[in-house]
């Protein structure tokens, strides 16, 4: 069946699923193949619970009329978010980078809402299926489309700017994330940069900041809107930024005082107020919206857990988010300072060698408590007073049922296999 009779299908539909448990009437699911299953034996149970149509790429399970039969279901499911983007023709804002796309991408869409129908990825869905289901969640109603893009390896970015063809692009940073997938920093600046060569070769604008050095030169000869607390030539500047915890911005228009933690955070707000200023959102409306957003998700939230605060930003870690974050903390006027830092995965062969970076940093911090919980940070274990190491969080765990803190200030942060939102159950 063509494409174009298939997107007919999927408009006759009220949405779009890949997972029979979240079925809903008139529905139009996606029959995709996982490690351990294959989704075609689900189209039954599908029409059952009320879809309209399935999607299948094995012919043996045919049902009726309702069965549209294809190849293959992935690429079909692409090729159907492609085809959507185009009949819609609305302008998508993309986004990638190492560190803060999800908090960033929610900022842009809480501003950009004040004025434009929006809609964004939900949650993480940034991948060769979140970004295709993304699409297909944008309807006649939906003015702009904010789209989370996530890589592990080269050519991952290229591919899914080919589907969603964007017309602005912003990157966050290049950070020190999977390193294991683009074989180190050089390879994660190259793969993220896919998304500047994509905007660039299509005469596209890009969103730079040009506090950093790096995404400042890769983007002179590009079409550009900038924004930096540094640089007087910048589209948007601003004027100063502080955090002890939240995120204070002064822009021309006021001071900005946010609940988000941590300095790490200050870009990403400065992005979002870019953006917003780039799409002619009201100055005081821009302001209302990034005051009002609570990151949420286990991402930079301070909580109260009996006398002690807590930041949490147990959502992801690696070795560049880690060491901001540390950053920032250790600059905090506050007593009692205790770091609880897990595990961060995907480094390959670099990450016996971040781990003892990490390590390192913290022998200095006499006036910081650090707890270390994994396995690649106890094989860094190093002796000093305020150097505690667990190779599980079971043994973290006990030490803190026998060692409970009192009027302590926390950071916990690892990686999200390391679930360490578990700390709040026993401190």
């Keep these: ?90 302008p998508i804002v993309a986004l990638t980078g190492s560190n803060g796309k999800t908090t960033t991408k929610e900022l842009i869409q809480v501003v950009l809402s004040k004025k434009f129908n929006t809609k964004a990825t939900v949650g993480n869905l940034n991948n060769h299926i979140g970004v295709p289901l993304t699409l297909l ?46 074989g180190g920093v050089e390879g994660v600046i190259k793969g993220k940069s896919e998304m500047y060569t994509y905007l660039s070769q299509n005469d596209k604008t890009v969103f730079i900041n040009l506090d950093d050095p790096i995404q400042a030169e890769k983007s002179v000869h590009f079409k550009r809107f900038t924004f930096s607390t540094l640089q007087s030539t910048a589209d948007v500047k601003i004027e100063k930024v502080t955090a002890n915890p939240f995120v204070v911005i002064t822009h021309e228009f006021g001071v900005i005082t946010t609940h988000l933690i941590g300095l790490y955070n200050a870009n990403n707000v400065n992005a979002a107020l870019a953006i917003g200023t780039y799409f002619d959102v009201p100055q005081a409306a821009i302001k209302e919206a990034l005051e009002n957003y609570i990151p949420q998700n286990n991402r930079s939230q301070l909580l109260e857990k009996g006398t002690n605060s807590i930041v949490l930003d147990a959502y992801n870690a690696n070795p560049s988010s880690m060491a901001v974050a540390i950053d920032n903390f250790v600059q905090l006027d506050k007593p009692n300072k205790i770091l609880v830092l897990g595990d961060m995965f995907e480094l390959g062969a670099a990450s016996l060698v971040e781990h003892k970076q990490i390590v390192d940093r913290l022998i200095k911090e006499s006036d910081v408590q650090s707890f270390f919980v994994g396995k690649d940070f106890f094989a860094n274990k190093a002796v000093a007073q305020n150097l505690h190491f667990f190779v599980s969080f079971d043994d973290f765990s006990a030490y803190l049922k026998e060692h409970p803190f009192v009027n302590s200030t926390f950071l916990i942060k690892g990686s999200r296999g390391m679930a360490l939102e578990r700390t709040l159950d026993v401190l």
């Design 1 to 90: 069946m063509e494409i174009a009779k298939i997107h007919e299908l999927f408009l006759a539909c009220d949405s779009i699923s890949i997972d029979t448990r979240k079925i809903r009437p008139n529905s139009f699911f996606v029959a995709i193949k996982g490690d351990n299953f294959d989704a075609n034996t689900f189209a039954t149970e599908a029409l059952s619970k009320g879809a309209k149509y399935v999607l299948i790429d094995n012919a043996n399970y045919y049902i009726d009329e309702r069965t549209i039969v294809v190849e293959d279901s992935l690429v079909a499911l692409q090729d159907l978010a492609r085809f959507h983007r185009v009949f819609l023709n609305i």
């Design 137 to 182: 969640s944008f309807d006649s109603n939906t003015e702009i489309g904010i789209v989370e893009m996530g890589a592990n390896h080269q050519k991952e970015i290229e591919f899914l700017c080919s589907i969603a063809t964007p017309d602005f692009g912003y990157v966050t940073n290049f950070g020190k994330a999977h390193l294991e997938g683009f």
